[in-house]
C-alpha cells in the first residue's frame, strides 16, 4: 500500500547525518539542475535551437517579470529569483515521475505493510520550503539592510512613528516578518504535500475493487496534469513573493527620503536598459 | 528604464502572488500571536494574560499586514 506521511522517512545515516527521501528528491533536483545548467552553457548558440528555445522559455517569462517589477535593481537580485523558480519547479516536477513516491522498501508499520519510498518531492518536506523560505528572508533584509544601512534599516524595524507607539507597534511589526517566512514555507509545503496526498488516494480509490480498476488508467492521470500546473504555479508563487519582498525592502529607502546609497550600486548598472536577461 | 518611468509595470502575475500570500499571512500572524503568548503563560504560569496580549497583538500584526500591502499598492 502507498503510504504518504507527513514526515519525511529517513532511509540511511551518515554520521550525525539523517539522509531522508526528501534529501534525495532534493539532491537529485539540484543534480538535474547543475547537468542541464553544464549541457545549457557548451551547447548553447546565439541562434537558439528548438531544444534552447524550450529551456529558455520559462527562464525568459520570469526574467521578464522580474525586470517589470524588480525597479532599478532588478540584475542584483534576478539570478536568486530564478535559481529559486528553477529549483522548486525541478523539485516539484520531478515528484510526478513514475516511480517517485511509489518504489521503495516494504515496511512493517503497526502491524500494516507500507511502502517507504526511496525518493519523494523535496517540497512535500517542511524542512525543504523552510529552509529556502529562509535564505529568501536572508535576502530580503540583507538587501534591505543595503538600501537602507543597519541603522536605518533597525529604526525602520524597531521604532515606530510616532515614538510612543513603539511598545506596541514593534511586536507587531516583528510578528508581520516573522509571518513572511512561515507563509512563504507553509504554503508551499500544503500546497506540494497535499498534491502526493491526493495522487496516492486517487491511485488507491480506483485500484480499491475490480470494477474500478479501468479507472486507475485515466483519474490518477488527470490528477498528475493538475499537479503539473500547480507545480509551476507554487513555483512562480515563491518565486515572485520572494522578489517582492526585496522589492519592497529596497523601495523602503526611496519612501523614506533617504537619498544616500548604501547598495554601492554603480549608477549605469542601476540605469541599464532592460534588456539581456540575467 | 524608459519614458514611462514611475508608471505602474508590476504585471498581473506579481498581484497573484500578493494575493495568495496576504489570505495565508493573515491566519499566520494571528497563531503566532497566540502561540507565542501560550508559550510564555506556560513558562510564567500567567495563563491567560499573555496568551490575550499576544492575541491581541497577532490580530493587530494581521491588520498592519493588509495596511502595510494597501499602502504599497497606493503608492504604486
Redesign the interface.
Given at each position: 500500500m502507498v503510504h504518504v506521511d507527513i514526515a519525511a522517512e529517513k532511509l540511511f545515516a551518515i554520521g550525525p547525518l539523517t539522509v531522508t527521501n526528501s534529501m534525495i528528491g532534493a539532491l537529485l533536483a539540484s543534480i538535474l539542475l547543475l547537468l542541464a545548467a553544464r549541457w545549457f552553457t557548451r551547447r548553447s548558440g546565439i541562434v537558439p535551437s528548438r531544444g534552447q528555445s524550450l529551456i529558455e522559455l520559462p527562464i525568459e517569462l520570469l526574467a521578464g517579470i522580474v525586470r517589470g517589477t524588480g525597479g532599478k535593481r532588478w540584475r542584483q537580485f534576478a539570478p536568486l529569483i530564478l535559481a529559486i523558480f528553477l529549483f522548486v519547479l525541478t523539485a516539484n516536477w520531478l515528484s510526478l515521475l513514475p516511480g517517485v513516491g511509489t518504489v521503495g522498501l516494504a515496511e512493517e508499520v503497526d502491524g500494516k505493510r507500507i511502502i517507504v519510498p526511496f525518493v519523494r518531492a523535496g517540497a512535500a518536506d517542511l524542512n525543504f520550503t523552510l529552509g529556502l523560505a529562509l535564505i529568501s528572508f536572508v535576502a530580503f533584509i540583507s538587501f534591505g539592510l543595503r538600501a537602507n544601512g543597519v541603522r536605518g534599516y533597525l529604526k525602520e524595524l524597531l521604532i515606530a512613528e510616532p515614538a510612543y507607539m513603539t511598545p506596541l507597534l514593534t511586536p507587531i511589526h516583528l510578528i508581520s516578518e516573522l509571518s513572511r517566512v512561515i507563509s512563504l514555507s507553509m504554503r508551499l509545503f500544503g500546497n506540494v504535500f497535499a498534491g502526493e496526498v491526493l495522487l496516492a488516494t486517487m491511485l488507491a480509490l480506483t485500484t480499491a475493487t475490480l470494477f474500478t480498476l479501468p479507472l486507475a488508467f485515466v483519474v490518477p492521470g488527470v490528477f498528475v496534469g493538475l499537479e503539473l500546473l500547480f507545480g509551476l504555479v507554487q513555483a512562480l508563487v515563491f518565486a515572485l513573493l520572494s522578489m517582492t519582498y526585496i522589492t519592497l525592502a529596497i523601495a523602503e529607502h526611496r519612501q523614506h527620503g533617504s537619498s544616500d546609497d548604501h547598495s554601492g550600486a554603480a549608477p549605469e548598472q542601476a540605469t541599464a536598459p532592460a534588456h539581456g536577461a540575467a | 528604464?524608459?519614458p514611462d518611468q514611475g508608471k505602474d509595470?508590476?504585471?498581473p502575475?506579481?498581484n497573484?502572488?500578493?494575493a495568495?500570500?496576504l489570505g495565508?499571512?493573515l491566519g499566520?500572524?494571528v497563531i503566532?500571536?497566540v502561540g507565542?503568548g501560550l508559550l510564555v503563560d506556560s513558562w510564567l504560569h500567567t495563563s491567560p494574560i499573555f496568551t490575550l496580549i499576544g492575541m491581541v497583538?497577532?490580530i493587530?500584526?494581521a491588520m498592519?499586514?493588509i495596511w502595510?500591502v494597501a499602502r504599497?499598492s497606493m503608492?504604486r
Open positions: - | 528604464m524608459g509595470e508590476r504585471p502575475s506579481a497573484w502572488a500578493v495568495f500570500d495565508l499571512r499566520i500572524s503566532l500571536g507565542g497583538l497577532g493587530g500584526a498592519y499586514t502595510d504599497q503608492r
